[in-house]
């Protein structure tokens, strides 16, 4: 998604992510490394890494996520389409595991805690004051100036799937000739996404929180997303490769064998 959002914004002012610029993928703790040295000019990367290099003096922060897409998808739950049919309950009992502990990481309260915990050298390996979860709690660092969350965990239209933010990722992925558009795209998104394991969830748990109404998509450049015209919108964006549009054989739904 890092990688989505920053060719996004760069190609939205006119810079070919491909041609201009030369993007790399490189370990967190190596990117901070290799600014300081000078071996590359700048980084896409979630917090701590930004402020630690803001405080440290080695760069400082120009956007951030929320300002390109605010509450773009993240990190998901994912899981074989096999076990997940032979495993039902599980299934949902997992996704009502990840539920709750999104809430309880969406409240303040516990960011001491959770800064604490990711301090260690299993995680992050750094000082627990390094590690913030929103301007808040950190004034002055010139990368959230509306004092908003870096994370969003939990909330109306956060934690559920989307299959319209997902067919974004595929025009996106297709946009640089990552993939070939699917031009079965709605069966993959009907059989990939199980809303109805998220909404099962939610309700055993009592959340109403995590409602959702579809809504368009809508970046910090203003152009709209037409979910319902994928190839439309791929022809209309400023920069783009050559792609191709292709049929993705899925098979048939079968269940881990016992």
Same mark, same amino acid.
């Given at each position: 998604m890092h990688n989505l959002l920053l060719r996004y914004w760069l190609a939205a002012n006119g810079i070919d992510p491909d041609q201009n610029v030369h993007l790399q993928t490189l370990p967190p703790a190596q990117m901070l490394a290799d600014l300081k040295d000078g071996s590359i000019d700048g980084y896409c990367i979630g917090e701590p890494w930004n402020y630690r290099a803001n405080r440290e003096g080695h760069g400082v922060p120009i956007v951030g996520d929320l300002e390109i897409w605010s509450g773009h998808p993240g990190k998901v739950l994912g899981a074989r389409e096999d076990w997940a049919l032979a495993h039902p309950n599980t299934h949902i009992a997992?996704?009502?595991?990840?539920?709750?502990?999104?809430?309880?990481?969406?409240?303040?309260?516990?960011?001491q805690e959770m800064s604490a915990l990711?301090?260690?050298?299993?995680?992050?390996?750094?000082?627990?004051?390094l590690i913030h979860f929103s301007a808040q709690?950190?004034? +002055?660092? !010139?990368?959230?100036?509306?004092?908003?969350?870096? %994370? $969003?965990?939990? +909330?109306? !239209?956060?934690?559920?799937?989307?299959?319209?933010? %997902? $067919?974004?990722?595929?025009?996106?992925?297709?946009?640089w000739a990552e993939i070939p558009f699917p031009r079965n795209y709605v069966e993959l998104l009907e059989r990939i996404f199980q809303v109805a394991v998220f909404s099962t969830a939610a309700r055993e748990l009592g959340l109403e929180e995590v409602s959702w109404q579809r809504q368009s998509i809508e970046l910090f450049d203003g152009r709209p997303f037409n979910s319902d015209?994928?190839?439309?919108?791929?022809?209309?964006?400023?920069?783009?490769?050559?792609?191709?549009?292709?049929e993705i054989p899925i098979g048939v739904p079968r269940a881990m064998a016992a």
């Open positions: 997992l996704t009502k595991a990840l539920l709750e502990a999104c809430r309880y990481c969406a409240d303040p309260d516990h960011w990711l301090s260690d050298r299993r995680y992050l390996g750094m000082k627990a004051e709690n950190n004034p +002055g660092d !010139g990368f959230a100036p509306h004092g908003e969350p870096y %994370h $969003l965990f939990f +909330g109306a !239209g956060l934690n559920r799937p989307s299959r319209t933010e %997902h $067919l974004w990722i595929m025009t996106q992925l297709a946009r015209d994928p190839i439309g919108y791929l022809n209309t964006v400023s920069l783009h490769r050559d792609f191709s549009v292709a």
